[in-house]
Nanobody, 118 residues
Framework: QVQLVESGGGLVQAGGSLRLSCAASRSIFSINAMGWYRQAPGKQRELVAQITSGDITHYAGSVKGRFTISRDNAKNTIYLQMNSLKPEDTAVYYC????????????WGQGTQVTVSS
């Protein structure tokens, strides 16, 4: 079991920056992958960025070059640095942990709202 708690969302003007944090209830060292997803009203949840246990990162095309995902294993925390924010980045952002053992387990945080005003 992994509990995830996001923080850092809020209201920001277009062009501004925010940093989201996701604190896990246990060591993230062995978690296969952690990531950020977002869901805007009326839209499906989509992957924003992901980082593996081997520090391989993957970004959605719409955020590449603007967002950076990172992890701090000592703090059991991952981050999403979001720069040059656009109104279309407005969504609820969810932290995800993917654990693969004999089965695959998906864990989700409660979400944090990011609103970008034009």
């Amino acid at each position: 079991q992994v509990q995830l708690v996001e923080s850092g969302g809020g209201l920001v003007q277009a062009g501004g920056s925010l940093r989201l944090s996701c604190a896990a209830s246990r060591s993230i060292f062995s978690i296969n992958a952690m990531g950020w997803y977002r869901q805007a009203p009326g839209k499906q949840r989509e992957l924003v960025a992901q980082i593996t246990s081997g520090d391989i990162t993957h970004y959605a095309g719409s955020v590449k070059g603007r967002f950076t995902i990172s992890r701090d294993n000592a703090k059991n925390t991952i981050y999403l640095q979001m720069n040059s924010l656009k109104p279309e980045d407005t969504a609820v952002y969810y932290c995800n942990a993917l654990v693969v053992t004999s089965a695959t387990y998906d864990y989700w945080g409660q979400g944090t709202q990011v609103t970008v005003s034009s």
